[in-house]
């Protein structure tokens, strides 16, 4: 069963125009969906992991209604099905 | 969202302006006479740019841009029409290798190389680290003599972050170049970069126990004229200093300035003599000394400063202008041109004798690049 990772408005050009993408090979952790991304659309994925791999700081993560910071960060498991949205922060201005 | 910019119809001998903002980049382009301007943007709008850069070696016209938020990143764009098309932001990353440990946060300057080398280009970004690239911006790589810098550990950021703001080069000495971080202060390699000497002495660090260390310093700019490039003028976290060594040793030239705080400094284009700053209160007031906006010139080399006031605001001017944020033009007069963080951009045409209120209501100027068109 795929993932699907719900992609902000900002990013869409860097993934083909889409909100929405399936990813494949039932990944088991946010850490292996980011990978399944990497893998398609490398320069979305630059915009939310640095180079070190870490989540940009203003970059939130949620499996489903879960911020992945309280459900064990990028190896926070996925059930299948399941959805995976990429959410700014409301900082700035 | 703001209507998308054309770009400019900028000819020959035109004189472009580039600015930079918290919240996107304007073009500005007037003939020769600069009595009025045309203004294009805001480009990039929502970004902060606080680096942007227009190459003219080799007949080109390449402006460069590097846009960035808090929420996805800095990224390197191109336009080779000004502004009405920029490059996809995914076409030439700018990447710390992995096992530096480091990730890329803000890029502070973009700098074309020597004429002889038009394929050369430099990054000053953040953290700290000088960028290279070898074929005309295609592609970029830290340079690793100072990427993996004995010092880097104890290099600590300065209230705008931990930034490489100068890069300068030496017409005379393709090996030679000279780069200042904030904080750490200003370093020199005269083997093409493999190594890289901290260039510090007589520069003092207020802020510090030690009051003059080898490296720690808070450099806010330097600049020199490619005429006499060992002769360097500088900026700094309280202080204003010249070398004529290239670095090798510093003296104060504080004479007759208000405050010897600051952030920017500029080089007139055809006088290695004249340069020109905006002084601040001090580090915990950043604003004009007596709400009263000045640019100082100097034409001898820091013997003295003289304040330039004509068209400039002498009442209620609680001004910061930043350390990218002031630069010259090559013409004949000079233009001198800043911009300050309450969003207004001044010019002279005169070398700094008079200016003129240019645009107001821009969002935060943190970057200021002035050029002459050149044919292509």
Known sequence: MSLTLSVPAPLRD???????????????????????????????????????????????????????????????????????????????? | MPDTPAGLRAREGDILLLVGTTKGAFLLRSDPSRDGWEVDGPHFPGEEVYALALDQRAGRHALWAAPGNPFYGTTLRRSDDFGASWSNGEDRPVRFPEESELALKRIWQIRPGRPEDPERLFLGVEPSCLFESRDGGESWTPVGGFLYHEHRERWTPGAGGMCMHTILTDPAASERMLVAISTGGVYRTDDGGATWQARNQGVRAEFLPDKHPEFGQCVHKVAHHPSRPERLFLQNHWGLYRSDDWGDSWHDVANGVPSDFGFCMAVHPHDPETAYIVPLESDGFRCTPGASLRVYRTRDAGGSWEALTEGLPQHGAYETVLRDSLDVDSAAPAGVYFGTRSGKLYASSDEGDSWTLVRDGLPPVVCVKAAVLHAA
């Open chain 1, 14 to 93: 860097l993934a083909d125009g889409q909100a929405a993408i399936e990813l494949g090979d039932d990944p088991a952790t946010v850490r292996e969906a980011l990978a399944a991304l990497r893998a398609v659309f490398p320069a979305a994925y630059d915009r939310i992991v640095t180079e070190r791999g870490e989540l940009r700081p203003h970059i939130n993560l949620f499996v489903e209604a879960e911020d992945i910071r309280y459900t064990g960060g990028l190896d926070t498991p996925l059930p299948p099905g399941s959805r995976l949205f990429i959410l700014p922060s409301v900082s700035g201005g």
